[in-house]
């Protein structure tokens, strides 16, 4: 098992739900005010926090409050623990097909130069 194997869980199980896909998305665009966030869904605002703590506690976004009003932002690496593991579940003939392709670019390239 992988070292970051119960971070890796708790981001898996973060979005595992729509709606917490749906408010990464969301914010993959901009920060966001959590009033903001809780306007596409027909849910009470105690469920929406609760679904923005999950994340949080994820790693996934981070939140800070202003008075009254809380911003909340996707986590610069917050999604990084995902991308590694599926990195290292590739086949090793995925990776030299990768390879490959790079290289025909990359000659491709010099071709058109010269």
Excluded: C, N
Excluded at 4 to 29: F, G, I, N, Q, S
Excluded at 41 to 52: I, R
Excluded at 67 to 73: A, F, I, K, P, Q
């Amino acid at each position: 098992m992988p070292k970051y194997h119960d971070e890796l869980d708790a981001v898996l199980r973060a979005l595992a739900d729509p709606t917490r896909r749906a408010v990464v998305e969301r914010l993959a665009r901009s920060p966001a005010v959590v009033s903001e966030l809780a306007a596409p869904f027909s849910m009470a605002l105690p469920s929406l926090m609760q679904h923005l703590r999950v994340l949080e506690s994820a790693g996934i976004i981070s939140s800070q409050k202003d008075g009254r009003v809380r911003t909340v932002t996707l986590r610069p690496g917050g999604l990084d623990v995902v991308h590694l593991w599926l990195d290292e579940q590739r086949t090793p003939a995925e990776r030299q097909a990768d390879r490959l392709g790079i290289h025909l670019t990359r000659t491709t390239r010099r071709e058109r130069l010269t």
